[in-house]
Structures are given as structure tokens and as C-alpha cells.
């Protein structure tokens, strides 16, 4: 065998191997954002949603009241009078800011609310059908997906939008069907492992891997470790729960404010 034939099969063999990790890597990619993502949300609001809700709309409840005793005191400093007429045109300016900030906590119950549903109607999968799964993925992303295999672009376009749904849904037996499909469509690479080959590959790799990375350490997917530990889930409900207990007292301090530059109120 000639020293080139064997560069080559080397090459094959390098090849080989790193598309075997980038196909595990999309896989771990795919899983965070199409099965982890809503799951980590929905285990962090059924942790903390309810205070976190809570401190909201306190917080709308102080900046309305803010507002309310701001343009009061306008009044008071131009010397107009506080009377029914002058109250209901401020409560028409407070109303005009609630809107946005009701749409907040709005938004906040909804996503409480789609939690719980959530988590209500989760399906179990076992360890075992999990495994299967993410192995079909992986082969079908080494045969089709453009980063591991380019050359087969056009089963990828066909194919991948049915291979995501089932993912998804963790429906390994039509990841079965499907792989056996692609199996027969696909002429395996007969691409020759050249060094541009493996070096994309490599890149591939080192940009895949950044990204996991990035992902891992942002919310909600870093909330995956953390919800799982008594001693940060103890501290967060701590901190929220001062902060509540210190916008109640803001809000009776600015409650006191406002009823004293109302009283008095002409009728």
C-alpha cells in the first residue's frame, strides 16, 4: 500500500470520527432547544413564577402610585385645586401607562398558567426510548445535515422538517422508518476525505462546540443545573421575597404621601 492510499484512509478514518462528534453535538443542540427549553422554563415558574409574580405586580402598583402622586403635586405646586375633576384626569394619564404594564403581567400569568399545563400533561420517556431517539437523530444528522454531510443537500430539504417533528415528539419509530428511507436514498460519500475535508470538519466542530457552551450557560438552559440545587432555589426565594416585603413598604410609605397631598380635597 502506497504511502498517499494510506494519508487517505487516515483521512477517511479522521473524517469519520469528526462527523460522528458533530452529529453528537447538533443532537445535543437540538435537544436543549427543542425539548429542554419549555421543560426548564416551565420548572423555573413552577419554582419561583408565583413570587416573581407577586414582586411584578407590586411593582405596577408603585410606579402607578408614583405617577399619581407626581402629578399631584404638580397641581399643589401650581396651586390648582385637588377635586374630583383633577383626580379623574390624573387616573386617565395613570391608565394610560397601566396598559403597558398590565400587558406585563399578563404576559407573567400566561406563562404561569402554559407551565403548568405543561408539566400537567408531560409524558414520560424512558431512559431507554430516549437513548434510541437521540441515536436515530444522530445518524439521519450525520447522513443529511449540510454542517456533517453537504453533498447530500437535497434529502436534507426533503427529509429534515418531518426528522424534527419527530424529534420533538419523540417518535422513535418514525425516526426508524425515516433513517431506513434515508439509508436507501442516500449514496454514501464517496468524497474523498481531502484535507479541506477534515479541516471543515474541524471548524465545524470548534463553532459547534462554542455554541453549546454559550447556550449551556444562558437561561433557561443553566437553570437545568441550578433548579436542582436546594441551596440556590432557598436563596432565590430569599432575595424575592425581600424584595416583596420591600415594596409592600415602599407602596404604604407612598400610599401615606398621596392621602396627605389629598387631604383636603375640594368636592
Given at each position: 500500500m502506497t504511502h498517499e492510499m494510506t494519508a487517505d484512509i487516515k483521512r477517511k478514518a479522521e473524517a469519520d470520527r469528526l462527523r460522528r462528534e458533530?452529529?453528537?453535538?447538533?443532537?445535543?443542540?437540538?435537544?436543549?432547544?427543542?425539548?429542554?427549553?419549555?421543560?426548564?422554563?416551565?420548572?423555573?415558574?413552577?419554582?419561583?413564577?408565583?413570587?416573581?409574580?407577586?414582586?411584578?405586580?407590586?411593582?405596577?402598583?408603585?410606579?402607578?402610585?408614583?405617577?399619581?402622586?407626581?402629578?399631584?403635586?404638580?397641581?399643589?405646586?401650581?396651586?390648582?385645586?385637588?377635586?374630583?375633576?383633577?383626580?379623574?384626569?390624573?387616573?386617565a394619564a395613570v391608565e394610560e401607562d397601566l396598559q403597558i404594564w398590565r400587558g406585563r403581567i399578563q404576559a407573567q400569568e400566561n406563562q404561569i398558567v402554559n407551565s403548568r399545563l405543561l408539566l400537567g400533561n408531560l409524558v414520560a420517556i424512558s431512559e431507554n426510548e430516549a437513548r434510541r431517539v437521540k441515536s436515530l437523530y444522530r445518524k439521519l444528522a450525520r447522513l443529511l445535515h449540510p454542517d456533517v454531510s453537504p453533498e447530500n443537500v437535497v434529502l436534507f430539504e426533503r427529509h429534515w422538517n418531518t426528522i424534527q417533528s419527530a424529534y420533538e415528539n419523540w417518535d422513535g419509530d418514525l425516526l426508524e422508518a425515516l433513517l431506513h428511507c434515508v439509508e436507501g436514498e442516500c449514496q454514501q460519500s464517496c468524497i474523498a476525505a481531502v484535507p479541506d475535508e477534515v479541516a471543515r470538519l474541524h471548524l465545524l466542530l470548534k463553532t459547534q462546540t462554542e455554541r453549546l457552551a454559550q447556550l449551556q450557560a444562558e437561561p433557561p438552559f443553566c437553570f437545568a443545573r441550578l433548579l436542582d440545587d436546594p441551596a440556590w432555589l432557598a436563596s432565590q426565594r430569599a432575595s424575592l421575597e425581600a424584595s416583596i416585603g420591600a415594596q409592600s413598604q415602599r407602596l404604604a410609605q407612598l400610599q401615606a404621601v398621596f392621602a396627605h397631598l389629598c387631604d383636603g380635597m375640594e368636592e
Open positions: 458533530l452529529a453528537t453535538l447538533l443532537e445535543s443542540i437540538e435537544q436543549l432547544q427543542t425539548h429542554d427549553r419549555d421543560l426548564l422554563f416551565a420548572r423555573y415558574h413552577e419554582q419561583l413564577g408565583i413570587l416573581e409574580y407577586s414582586l411584578l405586580c407590586l411593582q405596577v402598583e408603585v410606579l402607578a402610585l408614583k405617577k399619581r402622586i407626581d402629578l399631584v403635586q404638580r397641581l399643589h405646586n401650581r396651586g390648582d385645586p385637588i377635586d374630583l375633576a383633577a383626580l379623574t384626569r390624573i387616573e
